[in-house]
């Protein structure tokens, strides 16, 4: 795997993660 | 950049007879970073002239007390997308396009690292703003909540909101993809001896604010999302009915708005920073103290957002700590105007196009951070706030912040991608005529907002007649101007003068220093090597 794809890959999984957790914190916190 | 020592001189022409297809097909197909800069320059102004026409119209109204043309949903419909359309069709855009014209060339790299994303980052917009325009079509007609979205007003909307929120994922992914790239493309693909410490202050901009949007854009998909889930699939997330709380909304939206700021200020700062060494022809000054100021200044977007909702209802702690937390900003945005104060200082200056509007830029840029600091006084913004005097503080910053530096950007960089000069008369005049009217907009609106004028409404009292009869007037010349803009920019690509081969003798970053006028089709397939 190159440089740049892990680079990429990184980034995009702190995107996801943002995106996600946000949406599942608040889910939670409302139940 | 003069530690340049070698550019393995294929840089030049050779290379420019292959790379592309022809006709509509190369631009549909490219993943050339420069034909994609120039996609996302000319998409851009296209979207700055059709949020410009709402503004126009929002003008039109607002140009006389009572009701003249337009029912007052429709009129919240346009304050909507014209924020909507400019944010993210005309602003960000516009600098992305700078980033994929200018980044490659002046770290040595020969394109962006993820060339076919890039190409699909930007085919993604076009998709993304037929939505938007489509909405006003719809059954109830575009979202009018205002370009912020708010909750619970979102879940009433019609289908057009709906329309709105996916435009603003397909935004969002766009950015994120962007982003993605420019980050991956600077860490990795810098010439040798290109140090992070050594590239020009725009890249060092555009690095620091791909990261802001890789942290705040997923926010707000996230809020969005959630605003979908509720108008549609039975949760509660912004609804106290079913146990959700509508300001949650908010503080989900400003902790990315605030960041979202200074996702279009920076790059503009960055642009500033190219324009203001070139033409005092000295380096900048403090440089590093500029890569501080600016990775402070991203820092702190990230814990002031409460400052846009200090009336909503929070402890007194919290809004002691939020106005704190944003006064502080005005330190390192200090040293940045300081900083290209004292680049001019004992310079040797000239003033053409590119140099008045960043000058016009250092004033009325420092003057909306001024009312920016009025603002953030808790005492203060609980009578100012939803004024006019709101209205006229973030004009300051993102009219006469970003829009001025795109200009600076454009007429500094146009000769260099054309080969081809802009008439230097019309663009001083085009820079007076944007001072000029500009100036009737918005200034006139701080007395406005000190008198009371709540923004968002379609009618208002007489009192407040004369000047919004100025602000409008204003708006109408501002518009037209633009048009000349465009007259300028054709008039240069088709029959402008040709440009010499150092267009600009200050200018010192790679694409200056080591490139011929024009630019080739590819540059830097060879990187070169810097001492």
Partial sequence: ????????????????????????????LNR | ???????????????????????????????????????????????????????????????????????????????????????FGAIMPAFVGFANWQ?????????????????????????????????????????GVGWTMYAPLTVQMGVGMDLTIFAVHLLGMSSIMGSINIITTILNMRAPGMTLMRMPLFVWTWLITAYLLVAAMPVLAGAVTMTLTDRHFGTTFFNAAGGGDPVLYQHIFWFFGHPEVYIIALPAFGVISQVIPAFSRKPLFGYASMVYATSAIA?????????????????????????YATTIIAVPTGVKVFNWVATMWKGSLTFETPMLFAIGFLFLFTLGGFTGLV??????????????????????????????????????????????????????????????????????????????????????????????KISSIGAFGMGLSQVFFLYIVLKAIRTGEKAPEKVWEGADSLEWTHLPTPVPYHTWETPPVLK
Wanted: glycine share 8%; net charge neutral.
């Fill in chain 2, 299 to 323: 820092i702190l977007s990230f814990i002031v957002w409460a400052h846009h909702m200090y009336t909503v209802g929070m402890p007194v702690s919290a809004q002691l700590f939020f106005m």
């Fill in chain 2, 103 to 143: 980044i490659p060339m002046m770290i040595g790299a020969p394109d962006m690292a993820f060339a076919r994303m890039n190409n699909w980052s930007f085919w993604i917009l076009p998709f993304a703003a037929s939505l938007l325009i489509i909405s006003f079509f719809v059954p109830g007609g575009a979202p």
């Fill in chain 2, 375 to 468: 603002l953030s006084l808790v005492p203060v913004d609980v009578q100012l706030q939803d004024t006019y005097y709101v209205v006229a503080h973030f004009h300051y910053v993102m009219v006469a912040g970003a829009l001025f530096s795109a200009f600076a950007g454009v007429y500094f960089w146009l000769p260099k991608w054309t080969g081809r000069m802009y008439d230097e008369t019309l663009g001083k005049w085009h820079f007076w005529l944007t001072m000029i009217f500009f100036n009737m907009i918005f200034f006139v609106q701080h007395f406005l907002g000190l008198a009371g004028m709540p923004r968002r409404i379609p009618d208002y009292p007489l009192m407040f007649e004369t000047w919004n």
């Fill in chain 1, 1 to 28: 795997m190159s440089r740049n794809v892990k680079t990429a890959l990184l980034l995009l999984t702190i995107a996801l993660t943002t995106f996600f957790g946000i949406i599942a914190k608040y889910w939670m």
């Fill in chain 2, 1 to 87: 950049m003069s530690a340049v020592v070698d550019n393995h001189g294929h840089a030049a022409g050779h290379d420019d007879h292959h790379g592309y297809q022809g006709g509509v097909m190369r631009w549909i197909m490219t993943t050339n970073h420069k034909d994609i800069g120039t996609l996302y320059l000319w998409f851009s102004f296209i979207m700055f002239m059709a949020g410009g026409g709402m503004a126009m119209a929002i003008r039109l109204e607002l140009f006389e007390p009572g009701i003249q043309f337009f029912n007052p949903d429709l009129f919240n419909q346009f304050t909507t997308m014209h924020g909507l359309i400019m944010v």
